[in-house]
């Protein structure tokens, strides 16, 4: 069961009356409810306990009062009278078990009543994340980049494997996955990578990939059996539409090259590599992946898109200037994320200090990858609520 529906079902019994009962709502604890959240807030996303006791408490219900009166979303409002119709059937329930103790309609009444408390609950954590916005680049394709880091020849062997990891993640989920650019190592391994990857809620997974990927293993070239420590980098950019994103052709300088390395008779005869600089800042994509001259084209530019929106992206955060510190991480490339510890069979994630075993299940990419991503999306839901309750309880107290 998730995380977050955990949660909520501790909470219940403490939503009815704060969206169906005005008049029964205790007197808000201002200082104490505000002093929880903001502890939360400091403690990261490690204090489970803490986080019921908010979702359970009056800080939620004066949330839930504050965009109420700000008017709601019709999906909001939806999600809102439907649990206002299971709570009194629920009542209503629980009423006609009390006055009738015939056998059959205690074994009926149990059913209905399990069947409302599942549907309650349900109904509840599709509120809360209702109430936390979504990020506008989450429903984009995007554009992976792994590159070999610290350790050589096993750097570029661990490389190979973990992009083949989101292949396979990739056609798990149902994605498109197209190599935009593949330069290998002599032994096998891989130097650097870039895919596209298209599909539903692709960035909205694979955000939270990005980073520094290390591995601690005995490398196959190792004779002396001593575990060393590799690294490679991940990066994950949102593919922008053109409505998002416009580039004015003049400000791009497009070269044509002959392409180099190994790959067929195209190699070093003809200019089918293509090289393409944006001017104003410098940013440069090239590909020489395709025997075509326009495919390569095509490709670089999707890669320069990406690249160039990933930059405005980043230059809008940092014009925001939030305070909010985000324990699943910045997702920036210079973070070290995930280690995968392979003589004792573990992946840690670093972001929610969390381990798993069984490493060759989880480089399949199919189901235990889902499963740490599944709670990487989680712990970013927990964090993301716990800041707009903060917020709305900072505007209660001035």
């Given at each position: 069961?998730?995380?977050?529906?955990?949660?909520?079902r501790?909470a219940?019994?403490?939503w009815?009356?704060?969206?169906?009962?005005?008049?029964?709502?205790a007197a808000?604890?201002?200082?104490s409810?505000a002093g929880?959240?903001?502890?939360?807030?400091r403690c990261?996303?490690t204090?489970?306990p803490?986080?019921?006791?908010?979702l359970a408490?009056?800080?939620?219900r004066r949330l839930?009062?504050a965009?109420g009166a700000?008017?709601?979303?019709?999906?909001?409002a939806?999600?809102?009278?439907?649990l206002?119709?299971?709570e009194?059937e629920?009542?209503?329930?629980?009423?006609l078990?009390?006055?009738?103790e015939?056998e059959?309609?205690?074994?009926?009444?149990?059913k209905?009543?399990?069947?409302c408390?599942e549907?309650?609950?349900?109904?509840?954590?599709?509120?809360?994340?209702?109430?936390?916005?979504?990020?506008?680049t989450?429903e984009?394709?995007?554009v992976?980049?792994v590159t070999?880091g610290v350790?050589?020849q096993?750097?570029?062997?661990?490389?190979?494997?973990?992009?083949d990891?989101y292949?396979r993640?990739?056609a798990y989920?149902k994605w498109?996955f197209?190599?935009?650019?593949?330069?290998?190592s002599e032994?096998?391994?891989?130097?650097?990578?870039?895919?596209?990857?298209?599909g539903?809620e692709?960035?909205?997974y694979?955000?939270f990939?990005?980073g520094v990927?290390r591995?601690?293993?005995?490398p196959k070239?190792?004779k002396?059996g001593r575990?060393?420590?590799s690294?490679?980098?991940?990066?994950i950019?949102?593919?922008?539409t053109?409505?998002?994103?416009?580039?004015?052709p003049k400000?791009?300088?497009?070269?044509t090259?002959?392409?180099?390395?190994?790959?067929g008779q195209?190699?070093?005869?003809?200019?089918?590599a293509?090289?393409i600089?944006?001017?104003?800042?410098g940013?440069?994509?090239?590909?020489q992946?395709e025997?075509?001259q326009?495919?390569n084209?095509?490709k670089?530019m999707?890669?320069?898109?990406?690249k160039l929106?990933?930059a405005k992206?980043?230059?809008?955060t940092?014009?925001?200037?939030s305070v909010r510190?985000i324990?699943?991480g910045?997702?920036?490339?210079?973070?070290k994320?995930?280690?995968?510890n392979?003589?004792q069979?573990?992946?840690?994630?670093?972001?929610?200090?969390?381990?798993?075993?069984?490493?060759?299940?989880f480089?399949?990419g199919?189901e235990?990858?889902?499963?740490m991503?599944?709670?990487?999306?989680e712990?970013?839901?927990?964090?993301?609520?716990?800041?707009?309750?903060?917020?709305n309880?900072?505007?209660?107290?001035?």
């Amino acid at each position: 069961m998730r995380l977050l529906s955990r949660a909520l079902r501790a909470a219940q019994g403490c939503w009815a009356a704060a969206l169906l009962h005005p008049s029964r709502r205790a007197a808000p604890d201002r200082g104490s409810a505000a002093g929880t959240c903001l502890l939360l807030l400091r403690c990261g996303l490690t204090a489970r306990p803490g986080l019921q006791e908010l979702l359970a408490g009056p800080a939620l219900r004066r949330l839930l009062e504050a965009r109420g009166a700000g008017g709601v979303g019709p999906e909001l409002a939806a999600r809102v009278q439907r649990l206002r119709d299971k709570e009194q059937e629920l009542r209503e329930t629980r009423e006609l078990a009390r006055q009738d103790e015939s056998e059959d309609l205690q074994k009926l009444a149990e059913k209905e009543i399990a069947a409302c408390e599942e549907e309650i609950a349900e109904l509840k954590q599709q509120i809360v994340l209702l109430l936390i916005p979504s990020e506008e680049t989450d429903e984009s394709d995007l554009v992976m980049e792994v590159t070999a880091g610290v350790g050589g020849q096993e750097a570029m062997l661990f490389t190979s494997e973990i992009f083949d990891m989101y292949q396979r993640y990739a056609a798990y989920k149902k994605w498109k996955f197209e190599i935009l650019e593949y330069f290998p190592s002599e032994i096998g391994g891989l130097r650097h990578a870039v895919a596209s990857i298209a599909g539903l809620e692709a960035y909205k997974y694979m955000k939270f990939e990005g980073g520094v990927h290390r591995v601690q293993r005995v490398p196959k070239t190792e004779k002396q059996g001593r575990i060393h420590t590799s690294t490679t980098t991940v990066a994950i950019l949102p593919q922008p539409t053109q409505m998002k994103l416009q580039i004015n052709p003049k400000d791009l300088r497009i070269e044509t090259k002959r392409a180099t390395g190994a790959g067929g008779q195209h190699v070093n005869t003809t200019d089918s590599a293509v090289r393409i600089v944006h001017i104003p800042t410098g940013i440069v994509s090239e590909c020489q992946q395709e025997r075509s001259q326009i495919r390569n084209k095509e490709k670089a530019m999707q890669m320069l898109s990406a690249k160039l929106y990933n930059a405005k992206l980043e230059e809008e955060t940092r014009k925001r200037n939030s305070v909010r510190k985000i324990q699943i991480g910045t997702k920036g490339r210079s973070e070290k994320i995930r280690t995968y510890n392979f003589p004792q069979d573990r992946i840690t994630d670093h972001r929610i200090s969390r381990s798993v075993h069984h490493i060759e299940c989880f480089m399949l990419g199919e189901e235990k990858l889902d499963e740490m991503i599944q709670t990487l999306r989680e712990n970013a839901d927990y964090e993301s609520l716990m800041e707009i309750i903060s917020e709305n309880e900072k505007k209660n107290l001035s």
